[in-house]
Structures are given as structure tokens and as C-alpha cells.
């Protein structure tokens, strides 16, 4: 157990209210001493259409990566459902960059629970599972403890607290592929098959999701949320963070930074700047700022010095255009949209003037050329074919076309694949190729050679030197 | 199939825009189908009708514009009166998405044309490019493809990734993963038409490779159709593998004859050796696979051992005019009360006509068909391994409990008070007899294509033809009347059955039958079966025509 955090005094602190604090434990006991299960004993009493509501209410978006609304997920079910309906937490955090729902579930697992026991609740869902990335082998035991726990008081299980309601949640360990994290990946995993996506059209998990069956999908952040929303109503939730940016998300910060870390803030109560600065510590000494990569390493870079027009609502009604840098985009999800990235999974990769963005997207394109699940043909051969590119590139065999060919490869992913992946894993190249062009021009100096046969071709250009 | 009386609902239509023209088409028509109707081909490679779709290929990619909605939502429509698109700014694949009102496609934009030949650089930068030692050149939709939408030149200079070659993957099937483009059609296949799962995707991205599961072969009685189905030449058949490139193929349209469901295929032959075949789509009987064990069942025609020349006691030379002469006569001296004969279900119904004639003839009374059965399945096999059962009880050579005269022929046989048998592509010894008590017949005739105990034991061998080498219709298990087309010719001498009955029966009558074609014969036959009336060979065309019998 790590020593205990202090949260910084700018944080704002709801779902990771527990998280570093002294003697806090993860068992029950600690949880009800803590208050824990009363917003789902007052869930309980109201009507799941009404929960439902006040999560449409609070505009809560979701904090898997796509920010998408969480109650407009939740409306998808069709009323009167006769099917089963399944309710999935996804724990599969694996994006690179993101490292938040390990903590809730590490040391405050009936957090999660009660949140998921609500959802449920909201969603008349009977049947639930939390699906835990392989890695987290002691997340698992603990989750199961948890359950155990909640079932042994009442909580879970047959009758939830005398109201009838039954509810059964099964924890299931990740299949070890990044993959398993997209929703329907996730789904046929579940199934025990490979996790390969599903296409949308028809199967749209809150339709054809698990089992055939309205599924839905939400990330362990999102749920933890969604106890609050109960606890404080949906309307006074809202107010916390902007409209249609509301609530506190929690942000990890890696890289380049004094003090790396997680913390939980207001949405768009602070500037990248800010979290750089004032949470982060800054730079390391003597260091500049060179790039940041704002939400999972999927999220497109920015370079440090670009700036971006916002258009945004004036006092007067009026729309207004203003300039801003990098370091003053507000952490909330549609500026970060505006600004050509995204919050996605609240991951943010800070890189110095030290670092070689060659190398920076080689790693990145490694990681996706690994984790592609290799069902649809650009995404599994864009992916190495990326990679393959950059590897030569750092090994001396750069040509002229190849920061050309790397954004044609990239563009011939993105936009035609079966999931977001194909994005996910051409963004990278897509904005570091765009931005930094003078660090790839300057690895790609040869000369096309004439055609040889290609099986001999990247030794001959690494071979022939500068 | 339900017998129920029931109504059909009308088939609501949907107005759909095609490259800027309108069409019509029913509710729930994929969008690639509805395309390939208007005469817009989608190129693709893991869409198979007959399978679940997985979209993963990205082969199929159009443009899709939906309905542009006004304020009244209503759509708004253009000049034309037509609604106008709102254009979906990414392609899409076809393959998923259904018609739906209002919906516009564009099949040839810039957009779907970028698509394509993207799709084909990444399917071609790992491919071996082994086209010219690959058996499927020529039927290769990588290869036809990349030739109508690739790009022109590669911009690919890395390694290639490596994967296995020339892995025997099951008793009948090669596979070489690195032409594979993991399309998953095989393992679809496998899993949901021949409900074989053994067969699957191992390693991720471009690792990704297709195998066995572990201590399992590929070797389902269906296994052949991967190949078929397969759009690149990773997986291919051990039998046809560098036998003949299939440019060089003549393509016959004909159907297996290995049992009662009479597969429709397409026979490919070359300088009259037949190659392969393979199945052809029929939706009322085979849809578009076949059993491997019938596809491959065809050897026998190229066999070394084929009987070339009539043989006939008495006769010296090789002469049909001689030896069916001296077949003629020595059936005429015995009385007809000791004479049987047995036919086959493997008989045309031209030869079984022709058979029933023969029985006439003589005045024979005793005369049925050899049942031959084995293990079916509830896919295609059936267990009658006869293919023209129901033809043999329709024309009348067997009653409907086939088989049934067989024990009273083998009886009389071994009594002595049968002294002569003609038995038609059939081995006496099926019967029970052994040689010894064949040999006791005064008059043993025989129609065969390859020597048997039966031909070793008979005096009067007349050699016939095989299902390619031949025309002719036959009855399958759900009364569908299908026709043999002539692929190859019969070697030697050997000659088509119905012209060896017809020159039999001739010779026993001495006057003629008036049939100088099969078409002749058909409709001889077709005037005296009241199920076959008004049809003809031609009438039964390529798909075959439903008799009117239970
Ligand atoms: C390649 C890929 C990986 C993903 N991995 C995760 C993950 O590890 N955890 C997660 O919560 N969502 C992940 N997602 C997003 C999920 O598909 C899904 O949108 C999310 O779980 C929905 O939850 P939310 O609405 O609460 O955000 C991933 C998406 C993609 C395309
Ligand atoms: S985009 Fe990549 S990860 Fe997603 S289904 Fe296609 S190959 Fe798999
Ligand atoms: S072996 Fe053929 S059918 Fe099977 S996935 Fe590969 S290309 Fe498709
Ligand atoms: S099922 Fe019967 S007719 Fe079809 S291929 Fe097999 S043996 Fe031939």
C-alpha cells in the first residue's frame, strides 16, 4: 500500500473521497462506518425510471474514454423489455495513461458495488458483471470479497434490503488484451470467445449486446458516479463542473512532471497548465514543455506553443472566437474536442524537450501493432505496417516518403474499421506525423531506391547509412 | 418446411437510390445484395451469403447517404422529387447494413474507391505474392480484385510477416497461412454450416493465423467447402492441389451422384480427364456446399482399370454388334421364369427405362435394385447412397420397399431354378453369392465400368459409362428431377448405357426401338410415366424440376 496521499487543495474530491486516506480499509466494515450503502438503501425506495431520470439529469458522461452520456445509454433500453437486460462494468483499464479505476477498486470496492447495485437497480438488470482486466489479479480477489461481503449483509444477492429486488454480480478476469476494454470486444469475451469486436450496425450492446441481450456497458468511474448523482440529486450534481461537462473526473498524470499522479477534479475547473503546474509541480528543472498527449495515448498529441480557436458563448448570448494555447485548454470534454483531441480516459502524457517524438510514436505504434485484436484488415495491417515504418526509421533507414506514407496509412485506417481502435491506433501517428514534421523530415533523408524485392529492402536502406 | 396454409405477407419495397438511380427492392435486402441486383458488383471477401456476417474484411465499403429530414420530419426532397442525402462523411460496408427507405448508395465515388484500394494495400502488403505457383490463380479474388481496384505499385518496404506454409490441416486440405486474409469464412463455415468448430484464429494483428485447435484435424465430411469458400489460395485441396491450373478447365454443369441428394455441381475436365468438382449453388437442394466424400468420389473414371471392350462367350473380337448379339441369344434360351434381373440406383432414369424395357423383353418377372446405405447426416449425406432410388421406384424396376425381391433372386440363384441373371452396374456379390455360386448360372450379363467378382464370373461383360461421361436425369430423395451433362468421354470401347440396353434389347427383339438420342429416350419414357409428362432434358434445365411425387 502506497503511503498515504494528501489530496492537493484544488482537487475536488467525490468518488475518490477515500482513496490514500489514512486507515481507510476495503473491507464492509470500513464502508459502512463510512456511510456506505445509503444512497442505495434511498435508491432503493424510488422508482428505477426516477433514477434514471436524475442520471439524465446530471448529464453525467462516461469515463471509459468516449465521454458518451451516460443516461442517454441508459434510455436506449426500451421499456417493457422482455429480455433479459445485463449490466457490464467494464474494468479493463488499459489504455497506456490511464490509471484511476485500479485505485477504486484496490481501496474502495463497495464504492463500485453500491454503484453498480443502483444501476442495476435503475435498469431492472438482474444479472451483472464486472469485467477486470487479467492484470489485476488481486483486483479480482478483492472484488470478490466484496461481493461476498455486500451478499452477507444483504445488499446483494435475493431481496436487496426486503424490496424484492434480486441482483447477482459475477466478476470475470480480462482475457490479457487491450482489446477485451471495447465494449464489444468485452461482450464476447464475456461470451468466451475471442475479443473480437462486433460491427455496429446491428449490435449495438444496449440491443444486441450480451447474449443477445439490451446490454450496458459502463466503466467503473462512471458507475462510482453514479451513487452520487442518488445522493445528491441529478440537478445538484449538474452543478458541480460546466453544462454538458459536469461533475469531477478523476486525471492521471504521467511523464515529464515533478510529482506524476491521479487526482479528482472539477470538469473544466482547470487549465492543462494548471494541472501541469500547480498539481504536477511543473517541468522538471531546466526542462521545456515539448508535448502532451491529453486523454490515453490514444487521444491526439498537442505541441506545446500551438494555438487553437475556441468559439464559445458570451454574456450577451453573442458567439465569440478566442486564441488560446495549449497550456489554457480547460479540462473538460468539448473543449478538448474543440482542440482537435479529446479528455477520452483522463490520461495525460506530458513529454519534455528531452524526448524524441520519433521514439514516442514508435512506442505507441509497438503498443497498438501488439494490441490490435487482428479482425479487420486496415486496422491489422495499418498497425504493424506503422510500426514497421517507425522501427525503421530509428534504426537509420528512413526515406523521404515515409512521413508522407505513415499519414496515407494512418488515413486509410481511421474511419474504416469494425472498432474505435482503428482511431485509437492511428491518431498517434496521425497528429505526431502533423505536428512534429521536422523530427520525422530529419530521420528520412534516403532516396527511394529502385525496386528490389521488398524482403530485402529495410536492411539495405538501415545498412546503407546517413 | 411447413405444410400450413399460410398466407403471405405482401413484401413491403423500399425505395433506395443506386449511383443516382432509383430502385425498389423488399425490406431486409443487405445493401451489397441490393447493389449486385442493380448491376453495381461489391467487390468483398468475408461476406458469404450463407454465413453470419463479421463486416471484417472492409472489402465492401460504400458510400451511404440517409434521407435528409426538414423541420416537418418529413424528407426534403430535390428537384426530382426525390429525397435528397444527407452523405455519411466515412464509407461503410454494405454487407451489414439493409435497404431502408429513402437510403442512397454510392458505389464508385472517390470515397469508395480510396476505401478499396486501401484495403487492398494492406491485404497485399504481408501476401506472399506466390501467384505463380498458386493453385488458385485464376479463381482468385485477391488477384481479381487487386487487378480492378488495387493500387498499381507497392509502397510496402519491410519485412513481410511469416507465418506457416503448407501445413497439412486436415486429411484433405493444405493450407498456407501467409495467403491467408483471415476473411474467417472457413471457420464460419465450419461452425455454422458444418457444426464442426475445430478450426480457428490464433496470435493477434498481423500475427494473426489460422489453425486447429489443438489435437484436432480438419477432417469433417464437409471440410472441402472451406476451400471453395475461401477467396485466396490459403486453403486448398490436397486431391486437385498442382494437378491442373483451373484456367485450362472445361466446366460441366452437373450433379453428384454419390447419393440420394444429388448435389449440383460443376464438373471441371481437361483432354478428358476429369479434375475435380465442385459444388454449385442450388438453393433447393444443396445450397452451396457438398459432402467431401461425394466430391471426391470420382477417381474411379480415371481408373487404369476401366473395362474397355465388350466380352461376350463365343465372341473373339471386340465388337459390340457380335457381342450383344451372342448376349441376345443366350438370354432367349432360357425360359423367362428363370431369368432375374437386377438394376441399379445408380442408373439413370433413361437406363432404368430402358432396364424396365429389357425386362419386358425377355418376359422377365423378377427383377429389383441393390439398396446401398451408410451413414447420413442431418447436413447433406443422406443414407440411401443410391442416387436414383426414387427414379428406380417411379420407372418400376423395385417396388417401394427396394431390395425387398433380392433374398428370392439370391434364393432361386443358389436352388438352381434361376439360371440367368442380368445385373446392371451392380456386383452380384452384394447379394450374399459367392463367386463359386455365381459361377452356376447358365447366363451371367453384366453392365460395369470396372472388374468386379461379378465381371470375373460373367460371360457376357458389357462395359459402360460413369455420371461424367454421360447424359441422362435422375430422381433425388425429395422427388427432383436433376440431369447429367457429359464432361468427359467413356474410355475404349465402353459405351453410354441407355445405347448399350437400347442395342440389347434390340438384338433380343429384332426390331428396332426408334431411339437414336437420349432425348429419344426421354421422351419415350416421359409418354409412358404420367409424373414425367411434358418434360423433356432441356425442360429440366440447370437447376432441375420438382416431379410431382411424395
Ligand atoms: C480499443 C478500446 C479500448 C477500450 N478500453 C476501455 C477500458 O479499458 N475501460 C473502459 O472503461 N472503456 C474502454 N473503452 C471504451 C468502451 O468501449 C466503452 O465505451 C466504455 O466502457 C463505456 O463506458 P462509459 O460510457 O461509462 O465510458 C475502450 C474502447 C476502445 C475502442
Ligand atoms: S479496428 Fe482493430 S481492434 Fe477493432 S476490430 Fe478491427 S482489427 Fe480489431
Ligand atoms: S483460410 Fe481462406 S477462408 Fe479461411 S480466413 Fe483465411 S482467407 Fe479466409
Ligand atoms: S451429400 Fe450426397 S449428393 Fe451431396 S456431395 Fe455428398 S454424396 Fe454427393
Redesign the interface.
Known amino acids: 500500500m502506497p503511503a498515504p496521499r494528501i489530496p492537493h487543495p484544488r482537487e475536488k474530491r467525490i468518488v475518490f473521497a477515500n482513496i490514500d486516506r489514512e486507515g481507510y480499509t476495503p473491507d464492509i466494515a470500513c464502508y459502512l462506518r463510512n456511510g456506505g450503502y445509503e444512497d442505495l438503501k434511498k435508491a432503493v425506495k424510488m422508482a428505477p425510471a426516477e433514477i434514471v431520470a436524475e442520471v439524465k439529469t446530471s448529464s453525467l458522461r462516461g469515463r471509459g474514454g468516449a465521454g458518451f452520456p451516460c443516461g442517454v445509454k441508459w434510455g436506449f433500453i426500451r421499456p417493457g423489455e422482455t429480455k433479459p437486460i445485463y449490466l457490464i462494468c467494464n474494468a479493463d483499464e488499459s489504455e497506456p495513461g490511464t490509471f484511476k479505476d485500479r485505485y477504486i477498486i484496490h481501496q474502495d470496492p463497495h464504492q463500485l458495488m453500491e454503484g453498480m447495485i443502483i444501476s442495476a437497480f435503475a435498469l431492472n438488470v438482474h444479472l451483472a458483471y464486472l469485467y477486470i482486466r487479467g492484470e489485476f489479479p488481486q483486483g479480482a480477489q478483492i472484488l470478490e470479497q466484496a461481493i461476498a461481503e455486500a451478499k452477507e449483509k444483504g445488499f446483494l444477492g435475493k431481496n436487496i434490503l426486503g424490496t424484492g429486488f434480486d441482483l447477482e454480480i459475477y466478476v470475470h478476469r480480462g482475457a490479457g488484451a487491450y482489446i477485451c476494454g471495447e465494449e464489444t470486444g468485452l461482450i464476447e469475451s464475456l461470451e468466451g470467445k475471442r475479443a473480437y469486436p462486433r460491427i455496429k450496425p446491428p449490435y449495438f450492446p444496449a440491443v444486441l449486446g450480451l447474449y443477445q441481450c439490451p446490454t450496458i456497458v459502463n466503466n467503473v468511474e462512471t458507475l462510482c458516479h453514479v451513487k452520487h448523482i442518488v445522493r445528491m440529486g441529478g440537478a445538484e450534481y449538474a452543478k458541480i463542473g460546466k453544462p454538458n461537462n459536469t461533475g469531477t473526473r478523476i486525471v492521471g498524470v504521467s511523464g515529464d512532471v515533478v510529482k506524476p499522479g491521479y487526482f479528482e477534479i472539477e470538469v473544466g475547473s482547470m487549465t492543462l497548465g494548471e494541472l501541469i503546474n500547480d498539481l504536477c509541480g511543473g517541468l522538471k528543472p531546466g526542462r521545456t514543455l515539448k508535448a502532451i498527449i491529453p486523454g490515453g495515448s490514444s487521444a491526439k498529441v498537442f505541441r506545446a506553443g500551438e494555438k487553437f480557436k475556441i468559439k464559445s458563448k458570451a454574456a450577451d448570448g453573442s458567439m465569440v472566437e478566442t486564441e488560446i494555447g495549449v497550456l489554457d485548454i480547460p479540462l473538460d470534454f468539448d473543449t478538448m474536442a474543440a482542440c482537435g483531441s479529446m479528455a477520452g480516459s483522463g490520461g495525460v502524457i506530458v513529454m519534455d524537450d528531452t524526448r524524441d517524438m520519433v521514439e514516442a510514436l514508435n512506442n505507441l505504434n509497438h503498443f497498438y501493432a501488439h494490441e490490435s485484436c487482428g479482425q479487420c484488415t486496415p486496422c491489422r495491417e495499418g498497425s504493424l505496417w506503422m510500426q514497421k515504418i517507425t522501427d525503421r526509421l530509428l534504426a537509420g533507414g528512413g526515406v523521404e516518403s515515409d512521413p508522407g506514407l505513415l499519414e496515407s496509412v494512418s488515413n486509410n485506417i481511421a474511419g474504416k474499421t469494425i472498432c474505435a481502435f482503428g482511431e485509437a491506433c492511428s491518431w498517434p501517428t496521425m497528429s505526431f506525423v502533423a505536428k512534429f514534421p521536422e523530427e520525422f523530415a530529419a530521420r528520412a533523408k534516403k532516396q527511394v531506391p529502385p525496386p528490389t524485392p521488398p524482403e530485402f529492402l529495410s536492411e539495405t536502406l538501415i545498412g546503407a547509412g546517413h | 418446411m411447413s405444410t400450413e396454409a399460410t398466407t403471405p405477407k405482401p413484401v413491403e419495397l423500399v425505395n433506395v437510390q443506386i449511383d443516382g438511380v432509383w430502385y425498389q427492392f423488399p425490406k431486409g435486402t443487405k445493401v451489397i445484395e441490393a447493389c449486385s441486383q442493380a448491376g453495381k458488383f461489391i467487390p468483398r471477401y468475408c461476406y458469404h451469403p450463407r454465413l453470419s456476417?463479421?463486416?471484417?474484411?472492409?472489402?465492401c465499403?460504400v458510400e451511404l447517404g440517409m434521407p435528409k429530414m426538414g423541420p416537418d420530419r418529413k424528407p426534403e426532397l430535390g428537384p426530382d422529387g426525390k429525397p435528397i442525402h444527407n452523405w455519411i462523411p466515412?464509407?461503410q460496408?454494405s454487407c451489414?447494413?439493409e435497404v431502408s427507405e429513402g437510403l442512397g448508395v454510392r458505389t464508385d465515388s472517390k470515397m469508395v474507391q480510396?476505401?478499396r484500394k486501401?484495403?487492398l494495400?494492406?491485404?497485399l502488403?504481408?501476401h506472399p505474392l506466390d501467384c505463380p505457383i498458386c493453385d488458385q490463380a485464376g479463381e482468385c479474388r485477391l488477384q481479381e480484385f487487386s487487378y480492378d481496384f488495387g493500387p498499381a505499385k507497392?509502397?510496402?518496404?519491410?519485412?513481410?510477416?511469416k507465418k506457416p506454409k503448407r501445413i497439412q490441416i486436415g486429411p484433405r486440405i493444405t493450407l498456407d497461412d501467409e495467403r491467408c486474409?483471415?476473411c474467417?469464412r472457413c471457420v464460419r463455415f465450419m461452425r455454422e454450416v458444418a457444426k464442426d468448430d475445430v478450426i480457428?484464429?490464433v496470435?493477434?494483428?498481423?500475427?494473426?493465423t489460422i489453425t486447429c485447435h489443438p489435437n484436432k484435424t480438419l477432417d469433417s465430411n464437409y471440410s472441402l467447402n472451406t476451400v471453395d469458400i475461401c477467396p485466396v489460395g490459403a486453403l486448398t485441396s490436397t486431391d486437385f492441389r498442382f494437378k491442373m491450373r483451373v484456367w485450362f478447365l472445361k466446366e460441366t454443369k452437373s450433379f453428384c451422384t454419390s447419393c440420394a441428394t444429388g448435389c449440383n455441381t460443376v464438373i471441371g475436365a481437361r483432354e478428358n480427364l476429369m479434375y475435380r468438382q465442385t459444388p454449385r449453388e442450388n438453393n433447393d437442394v444443396n445450397e452451396s456446399w457438398m459432402c467431401d466424400y461425394g466430391r471426391l468420389n470420382f477417381h474411379y473414371l480415371n481408373s487404369p482399370d476401366r473395362l474397355l471392350a465388350p466380352v461376350a462367350k463365343g465372341v473373339n473380337e471386340p465388337d459390340w454388334t457380335a457381342a450383344l448379339t451372342a448376349t441376345a441369344s443366350a438370354l432367349k434360351s432360357l425360359p423367362p421364369s428363370e431369368v432375374a434381373l437386377i438394376a441399379s440406383g445408380k442408373m439413370t432414369n433413361e437406363e432404368l427405362f430402358l432396364a424396365a424395357g429389357l425386362t419386358q423383353a425377355l418376359g422377365i418377372m423378377l427383377h429389383d435394385i441393390v439398396p446401398h446405405t451408410d451413414a447420413g447426416d442431418d447436413i447433406l449425406l443422406s443414407t440411401d447412397r443410391n442416387p436414383n432410388t426414387a427414379g428406380a421406384k417411379l420407372l418400376g424396376l423395385c417396388d417401394a420397399n427396394a431390395g425387398s425381391k433380392l433374398p428370392a433372386i439370391a434364393d432361386g440363384i443358389r436352388g438352381g431354378t434361376i439360371k440367368g441373371l442380368v445385373i446392371l452396374g451392380e456386383d452380384a456379390t452384394a447379394l450374399g453369392l459367392a463367386e463359386s455360386e455365381l459361377r452356376k448360372l447358365e447366363v451371367l450379363v453384366t453392365t460395369a465400368m470396372l472388374p468386379n467378382l461379378t465381371t470375373a464370373s460373367a460371360g457376357y461383360v458389357l462395359p459402360g459409362s460413369g455420371f461424367a461421361e454421360k447424359r441422362g436425369s435422375m430422381v433425388n430423395k425429395s422427388g427432383r428431377l436433376q440431369r447429367l451433362n457429359r464432361a468427359i468421354q467413356a474410355p475404349g470401347l465402353a459405351r453410354d448405357d441407355w445405347e448399350i440396353l437400347t442395342g440389347l434389347t434390340e438384338a433380343i427383339t429384332g426390331t428396332s426401338l426408334g431411339l437414336a438420342t437420349i432425348e429419344d429416350v426421354f421422351k419415350a419414357m416421359s409418354a409412358a410415366t404420367p409424373a414425367l409428362t411434358g418434360l423433356s432434358l432441356s425442360k429440366i434445365g440447370d437447376l432441375g424440376v420438382q416431379l410431382p411425387i411424395a
Open positions: 456476417t463479421p463486416g471484417n474484411c472492409r472489402m465499403m466515412r464509407p460496408i451489414a447494413q480510396d476505401a486501401g484495403v494495400e494492406f491485404l502488403i504481408n507497392t509502397r510496402f518496404l519491410e519485412h513481410k510477416v486474409i483471415l474467417s480457428g484464429i496470435n493477434r494483428g498481423s500475427y494473426s
